[in-house]
């Protein structure tokens, strides 16, 4: 093979290298969770999402630091840790932090998902950020209605229902 023969096979490989990759990464784009899905964790995500138990952990660990109970640190004039600061104050934007059972108007939601480094919360150079499985999470959440619940300690008791008895003697 000459010099031309060498330069134009590199070329031709180069091109389909570029070509592959290309697919390859159409294909991944399209296999990735976006945020706006929770089937493919199915199995590892529970029938109701609840507040105390799934969600305020995700907050409190990706999102309190700037927008939690430390009025000093607030940031945006957002609070994530009060019902009324996540779902019912209206964001700079015109929107809310969270819409119940609406992922698309759920401001905080969408700055979850984005790919833009400038829209994204938690911001990158925190060097944190929700895992597919927590996106997942919060997205159905979100569905479920997004209901923010008091402190356990701050819940009223209920009594539990009684269980029946089989055999009354022994009671």
Same mark, same amino acid.
């Given at each position: 093979?000459?010099?031309?023969?060498?330069? /134009? $096979?590199?070329?031709? *490989?180069?091109?389909?290298?570029?070509? &592959?990759?290309?697919?390859?990464?159409?294909?991944?784009?399209? *296999?990735?969770?976006?945020? @706006? $899905?929770?089937?493919?964790?199915?199995?590892? /995500?529970?029938?109701?999402?609840?507040?105390?138990? =799934?969600?305020?952990?995700?907050?409190?660990?990706?999102?309190?630091?700037? =927008?939690?109970?430390?009025?000093?640190?607030?940031?945006?004039?957002?609070? !994530?840790?009060? =019902?009324?600061?996540? !779902?019912?104050?209206?964001?700079?934007?015109?929107?809310?932090?969270?819409?119940?059972?609406?992922?698309?108007? @759920?401001? %905080?939601?969408?700055?979850?998902? @984005?790919?833009?480094?400038?829209?994204?919360?938690?911001?990158?150079?925190?060097?944190?950020?929700? $895992?597919?499985?927590?996106? +997942?999470? /919060? %997205?159905?959440?979100?569905?479920?209605? +997004?209901?923010?619940? +008091? =402190?356990?300690?701050?819940?009223?008791?209920? /009594?539990?229902? !009684?269980?029946?008895?089989?055999?009354?003697? &022994?009671?």
């Amino acid at each position: 093979m000459n010099r031309n023969q060498v330069v /134009m $096979t590199f070329d031709i *490989c180069m091109e389909r290298v570029k070509l &592959w990759l290309g697919l390859v990464i159409i294909v991944l784009m399209a *296999c990735a969770c976006n945020g @706006s $899905t929770y089937e493919e964790y199915a199995e590892a /995500m529970p029938e109701k999402v609840d507040f105390n138990h =799934h969600i305020k952990p995700i907050l409190s660990d990706k999102c309190y630091a700037c =927008h939690g109970p430390d009025k000093n640190a607030v940031k945006a004039n957002l609070r !994530l840790d009060i =019902h009324e600061g996540a !779902l019912k104050k209206v964001l700079e934007s015109g929107g809310y932090a969270f819409v119940a059972g609406n992922v698309s108007k @759920s401001g %905080a939601y969408q700055r979850m998902i @984005s790919e833009d480094p400038e829209f994204r919360m938690p911001p990158p150079e925190f060097n944190l950020s929700l $895992t597919a499985y927590e996106i +997942a999470l /919060m %997205a159905k959440w979100i569905d479920q209605g +997004a209901e923010y619940k +008091a =402190h356990w300690s701050y819940a009223d008791l209920k /009594m539990p229902e !009684l269980p029946s008895v089989k055999n009354s003697d &022994w009671v």
